[in-house]
């Protein structure tokens, strides 16, 4: 689906994603991150080309780096970073990695972690 940018052209990620449409919380479940992952991708002053390529990958586009030399311009290949949503992307969770299977949007999206098996509590242990 081709998508065209918003108007007028947006200055941040925050705009970006706004002018498309899309909530934090619909991106973090895109991404399968909690929203404050994305509102932290959206406040942060530097970021890592990996982190950028996924935001604009979860707003279904393509990060493109080009530099300028004089007047030639050379576009720079960034590897496939980025696993593509519809493969699965294994989410690490308390140093495991596992990968995330849930329907529920809150869940996949680390808002609500689902159960563990067998536990009688909050905490997993019977306690709160």
Known sequence: MTRSVPEPPPS??????????????????????PQSGVSRIEHQDDALLSTLARYIDGLD????L????GDDTVRIHIPSIVRPRHLGIAARRRGSSRRVTSADPLEASGVVEPPAPGARGFDGRGGC
């Open 61 to 64: 586009g393509q990060l493109l």
């Open 12 to 33: 941040n990620l925050a705009d970006l994603r706004i002018g498309f449409g899309v909530t934090q919380l619909e991106l973090a479940i895109r991404l399968r991150m």
């Open 66 to 69: 080009s530099a300028r030399f």
